[in-house]
């Protein structure tokens, strides 16, 4: 199993930067996949940006040019570097992992952009 906790949300002026991090713990060698998603208040969960299992990066077009999604090479930390932010970035981030089959989520980080 693997445990996620995300860090790095807070508070920022429009057009700020915050820098998300992931930490994972426990089996994060058995890692297929990795992303960032987001939920804003009365919205549906997502995605924000991925490497996919096949090692590929993928954005949201919304974020494209402005995030910047990376990780270490042994998984066990993931960021998002967030510039350029928006009020319609506001929204909890929270990271997940994919096992194979298996999806595990992190509690998620408050991530707040005032105009």
């Known amino acids: 199993q693997v445990q996620l906790v995300e860090s790095g949300g807070g508070l920022v002026q429009a057009g700020g930067s915050l820098r998300l991090s992931c930490s994972a713990s426990?089996?994060?060698?058995?890692?297929?996949?990795m992303g960032w998603y987001r939920q804003a208040p009365g919205q549906e969960r997502e995605l924000v940006a991925r490497?996919?299992?096949?090692?590929?990066?993928q954005y949201v077009d919304t974020v494209e040019g402005r995030f910047t999604i990376s990780r270490d090479k042994d998984k066990k930390m993931m960021y998002l570097q967030m510039n350029s932010l928006k009020p319609e970035d506001t929204a909890v981030y929270s990271c997940?992992?994919?096992?194979?089959?298996?999806?595990?989520w992190g509690r998620g980080t408050q991530v707040t952009v005032s105009s």
């Open positions: 997940q992992v994919r096992l194979g089959v298996l999806v595990v």
């Open positions: 426990g089996n994060t060698s058995s890692i297929t996949a």
């Open positions: 490497f996919t299992s096949a090692d590929q990066l």
